[in-house]
């Protein structure tokens, strides 16, 4: 996510939320990310090729049905010609309404696929453990061998059989041979 794509989320969430309409802004961004997963048409809008009249169509035909909000930011970028940082908003603006409903993101990394009850477990655990409510997202990372590492915000959670086989080396080598 670049900075830029943070400062336009910023403003269009404080926007938003003056206006009461941060959950149809984030749809709106939502349905801007998922017309931009069609190559065609992001190259359309990303290449810096197009012809200038073809991208503010495009962009326009993509905003509209969307909230005022959402179309006077398009407008915007169209004008500064920051369209590029289209991809990076809903990440951004999400991050955001997670912050002002005090919520956060953790991820959790296990050697194994697991299921829903674990993972809720896992997210009750964490949310004890930060204060927030955390949902996870799931990572499997084979080299963990066991156990799970769990990061939430700066914090990480280690229980991994490979961190604890490390810190059983680093003991054993501290200890003097007599």
Do not use: C
Request: overall charge negative; charged content about 25%; cysteine-free.
């Amino acid at each position: 996510m670049s900075l830029i794509a943070s400062r336009y989320a910023r403003a269009l969430f404080e926007a938003a939320s003056a206006a009461r309409a941060i959950d149809a802004v984030g749809e709106d961004l939502g349905r801007l990310e998922q017309a931009l997963e069609n190559v065609g048409l992001r190259a359309q809008i990303m290449e810096p090729v197009t012809p200038a009249e073809l991208r503010a169509r495009t962009m326009r035909e993509l905003a509209s049905g969307a909230h005022q909000l959402t179309r006077n930011l398009v407008e915007v970028l169209l004008a500064r010609r920051r369209w590029e940082i289209l991809g990076d908003l809903l990440p951004a603006f999400e991050a955001l309404v997670r912050v002002s409903r005090g919520e956060e993101v953790g991820v959790v990394e296990s050697p194994h696929p697991l299921d829903a009850e674990q993972l809720a477990a896992l997210a009750s655990t964490a949310s004890g453990l930060s204060g927030k409510k955390v949902s996870l997202e799931q990572s499997i990372v084979p080299e963990l061998l066991g156990g799970l590492r769990l990061r939430v915000g700066n914090t990480l959670y280690d229980s991994s059989v490979a961190t604890a086989l490390e810190d059983l080396e680093r003991q054993l080598m501290a200890v003097p041979i007599i």
